[in-house]
C-alpha cells in the first residue's frame, strides 16, 4: 500500500453490503404486484440489463403499500457487524464516506435512519408513484442514470477523484462491476469477489465492517 499518496474517500454499496442480505430483493418479494418474476427470468437468460429489470420490478409496487414496505425493510435489515463503528471511525477521522446504491432511497432511508445513522450521504435511485400508484424510479438533481444498472456508481468514483482522493469501493454484487473497476481499491465479497479475479482487479475480501475499518486505519496510519 502506498504511503499515504492522497486521502481516503469511501464508497459504500447498500444491499447485501451495509446489510446482511438484499432489501431490495425482499421489498419486491413480498410486495411486488403479479408478473414481476417474468422479468427476473429474463435477466438470468442475459435478455434485459439490470437497469431495464429494476425499472419493470419498481413499477410493480404501489403506492398504498408505502409504509408498509419502508417499515418491512426495516423489520428485515440485518446491519452488518462493526458497520456503527466504522461509520463512527471515518467521521473521527474526517473520512469521507458515502452510500451509493440502486435500490431505492425510501427503504434504505428507513434503514439507516434505524440504524442510528439517517445523515450519511446516500445517492440512489428514488421512486415515484404515477396516477395510478404504480412506481417509477426517478433521480434527483445530481445522480446520473446508467444504462448498465440503476445508477452510475461510477461517476460516484470520478466526482471523489476529482476532489483529489483515493477511492475505496466496497461492495457486494452487479451493480458494483462498474464502478469497483474504476476504484483504487477494492473491498468484495459474494459476487463481486467473483467478478474481481475474472478481471483481474486486485480486491481485498470482507466479511464485516471491522475489517473495512482496519483497512482504512492501514491506509491513513491511524
Ligand atoms: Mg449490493
Redesign the pocket.
Known sequence: MPQQPQPLAVIL?????ITLK?IGDLVIGNFGREGWRAADEAYDRGEISLRELWAVEVDHLRAEDHEAMRSAAVDVAEIRPGFNEFVDHCRSKKTPLEVA???IRFYIDAVLENAGVPDLPVSAPDAEYDERGHGVVTFRDGLADCGMTAMCKCERVWRQRRLGRQVLFV??????YCAALQADYVMAR?A?AGYCEREGKEFTPFDDFFEVREFVRRYSGS
Not at 13 to 17: A, E, K, Q, S
Not at 171 to 176: E, K
Open positions: 454499496d447498500f444491499d447485501g453490503t438484499d446504491s440502486s435500490g461492495g457486494d454484487g452487479a451493480s458494483d459474494a463481486l
